[in-house]
């Protein structure tokens, strides 16, 4: 049954979009029965944002889950994004971060 898998809804929300575009990204969203809304796809020209965390768990209302991606480089960052609510952390300096170091790259 494929409605057992988690859906995840993707875009690069903070490189291109108006907060209001956000919003309606979101609406469509879990109107698309999304499990999971996501702040960067990692090919865009930025990363997870604390403002765009925010909104997106704003207008999810905890009807989605919100996965933090993009940027995310160290543990304090990612405790800041944990503190608002996200439920996953995308980031390819997990090793790092688990240490206390600073990742590297995007």
Partial sequence: ?????????????????????????CK???????????????????????????????CVQGKAKVKASGGIRDYETAMQYVALGVERIGTSNGIAILKGEKGTGY
């Avoid at 409605?3 to 919003?23: A, I, M, Q, V, W």
């Avoid at 990363?47 to 997106?56: E, F, H, N, S």
């Fill in 28 to 58: 469509l969203a879990l109107e698309a029965h999304a499990d999971f809304v996501k702040t960067s796809t990692g090919f865009g020209t930025g990363g997870a944002t604390l403002a765009d965390v925010k909104l997106m768990k704003e």
């Fill in 1 to 25: 049954d494929l409605h057992s898998f988690p859906t995840r809804r993707s875009s690069d929300l903070g490189n291109y979009l108006t907060d209001e575009e956000k919003r309606l990204a």
